[in-house]
């Protein structure tokens, strides 16, 4: 397990900055200006048309892999009980009291590596597959923040 003083900090930025709003606004404004759209339109299907992440979409992406690629740092349900129930596959998140944890990447990676559809979250052995198929569902959905991705309806 990852003790919390090496955790990786390349996109715990996000969780924290207030420029984030300020990015996604200019990246919506691109994309308008892309597609000629007008200022007030909504941008959720001109992403999907152009087949680019939103950046909370693109954050649910980068922190997928990196907890793919570095599997060795967590631990799986069925890891630490040794019971067959159907999230043994999940990761499983340590006991965090703090805030700050809890807001940090290994955190937020465990929580969104154990989200998507089970179709999806099946392929975690297979990279490639994973990845592709985590970019389709995310293109296809657009997501613009956590809690539309987290009430996601499977």
């Known amino acids: 397990m990852m003790s919390v003083c090496n955790k990786p900090k390349h996109a715990a930025w996000f969780r924290h900055s207030k420029g984030i709003v300020k990015i996604f606004k200019i990246q919506k404004r691109v994309i308008r200006i892309i597609t000629k759209s007008r200022a007030r339109d909504s941008c ?5 048309k152009l087949e680019i992440l939103p950046l909370y979409s693109q954050y649910i992406f980068s922190l997928s892999i990196f907890v793919i690629k570095n599997k060795h740092l967590f631990s799986t349900n069925y890891q630490i009980h040794s019971v067959h129930t159907r999230f043994k596959t999940n990761l499983h998140p340590p006991i965090a009291n703090l805030t700050k944890l809890q807001k940090g990447v290994y955190y937020s990676g ?45």
Do not use: G, M, V
């Open 44 to 48: 959720r299907e001109l992403f999907k």
């Open 110 to 154: 465990i929580k969104i590596r154990n989200n998507p559809p089970h179709n999806i979250k099946d392929l975690a052995n297979e990279t490639k597959l994973f990845w592709n198929s985590l970019k389709r569902f995310l293109l296809s959905n657009s997501f613009y923040n956590s809690e539309e991705y987290f009430n996601y309806q499977r």
